[in-house]
């Protein structure tokens, strides 16, 4: 049960916002309706029971009460035949089922069923309550009493009395017993007039909300695109600037710098006969203008990387591990796969494995920097090894180590898991696994 649920939970929120409204909606115009439904039930019933309550305080006030008579309470044939063809015609009918009439001592002076007249039965508290405080009672009768002999087959019927005054100013007792359609033909009657006004209500509502969720809809679209504009638009022009830095650096200082390198190395080698000191100098020189300009490479590189689907990730990955190289740090790179075939899936690679390198060089004093990577059908698998001096958990926190924050969100908002598992003394690998 519990998991059909979260299925259908599930179905839910993976529906568009406007979907979701119109399905919400749709729920609630189902509550709305059938409480509404419910409720006019109810209310047809309680009308059909308060009609039926007032039908019989007008038949025993205006029929019965005015036709009482001593010779009826005694018994008379003649006045019992009398107050029989009454009721007959004017009260007795396919829903009004039987009649009595009662004393205070529990003795039925009339009905309409012959037997029952002058039989003597205990009266129960409601009936006494009514008596005495002229309330009209009314109740689903059980008929399990001897005085419903008569009554028991006509099934469930509705049971109501009421306090009257007799010929001589005692009070009497009238009841009537009403056949269950009544409540249920009135009921019946009201809901069929409510039902119209109650649909016609809700699926106005719901017609409305729909109306106002499709416009509301409509503008979120046109502001959804409207932001994704202004945010390529930055991308882009962060790209153009991004572009322009590097191609500056790159015709300017970098060639500036390879000219140098190349005339302190020339100045070295002339120098080598008549001045070995200062040729050993300038190959010193040399040396460091040649770092120098692979550093500027390499931040040439973080600042605007290659163009990773033109030339590859094989490329661009060989490009990260080029400073590591000439740092004397030995390392390996193993692709197995194609895992060009994804934009996404290879900047995401490209980010985890430039900062995974970038960590290496800057703390782990390692010797050694493996990037292995498979791409199959399910996904693409990442894992950059060191055997750098690692580091602990709590080392990790009090440290900060932005950049594996950011990867970490970086890597969830992509869809795909990513881990940094280290201990100190036993490297660090990072592993990244990216659902196709």
Request: no cysteine; proline share 4%; hydrophobic share 45%.
């Amino acid at each position: 049960m519990h998991a059909r649920l979260r299925r259908a939970m599930d179905r839910f929120l993976k529906l568009t916002p406007f979907r979701m409204f119109a399905v919400a909606g749709l729920i609630g115009m189902i509550a709305i309706g059938g409480a509404s439904l419910l409720a006019s039930q109810r209310s047809g019933e309680n009308e059909a029971i308060s009609e039926v309550r007032n039908l019989t305080q007008v038949v025993a006030r205006t029929v019965v009460e005015p036709n009482l008579s001593s010779a009826l309470l005694a018994g008379d044939p003649e006045a019992v035949g009398a107050m029989d063809r009454i009721m007959f015609s004017r009260v007795l009918d396919d829903k009004t089922v039987r009649v009595k009439v009662w004393d205070k001592f529990g003795r039925i002076v009339y009905s309409d069923e012959p037997e029952l007249i002058g039989e003597i039965y205990e009266l129960d508290d409601e009936k006494n309550a009514s008596l005495r405080t002229g309330e009209v009672v009314t109740e689903i009768s059980s008929l399990s009493g001897p005085e419903n002999r008569f009554e028991a087959s006509a099934g469930q019927l509705l049971e109501v009395y009421f306090p009257i005054d007799g010929p001589d100013g005692d009070p009497l007792l009238y009841e009537a017993y009403f056949a269950m359609s009544v409540i249920s033909d009135s009921s019946e009657r009201i809901r069929s007039e409510f039902v119209p006004i109650i649909v016609g209500a809700v699926v106005l509502m719901e017609a409305m909300h729909l109306a106002l969720a499709w416009g509301l809809n409509r503008r979120m679209r046109r502001a959804q695109a409207e932001r994704e504009r202004l945010l390529q638009r930055a991308i882009d022009s962060s790209e153009i600037e991004r572009r322009r830095i590097a191609a500056d650096l790159h015709d300017g200082v970098i060639q500036d710098l390879v000219g140098t390198s190349f005339a302190v190395a020339a100045a070295a080698h002339s120098a080598e006969l008549t001045e070995p000191r200062l040729a050993e100098d300038l190959h010193v020189a040399a040396t460091g203008t040649r770092r120098s300009l692979q550093s500027l490479r390499s931040l040439l590189v973080d600042i605007y990387p290659p163009n990773l689907l033109e030339h590859g990730l094989e490329a661009a990955l060989l490009d990260l591990l080029a400073p590591a190289t000439m740092a004397g740090i030995e390392t390996e790179l193993s692709i197995a796969g194609d895992p060009d075939k994804e934009a996404v899936t290879v900047m995401l690679i490209y980010r985890v494995v430039q900062e995974a390198i970038r960590n290496v060089l800057r703390h782990a004093e390692a010797s050694k920097i493996t990037v292995d990577i498979t791409a199959t059908s399910t996904g693409t698998s990442v894992l950059v090894t060191d055997d750098g001096r690692g580091f602990a958990e709590s080392e990790r926190r009090e440290n900060g180590h932005m950049g594996l924050r950011l990867l970490t969100d970086l890597t969830a908002d992509a869809g795909a898991s990513f881990l940094v598992d280290s201990r100190p003394g036993q490297g660090t690998v990072v592993d990244l696994m990216v659902p196709a």
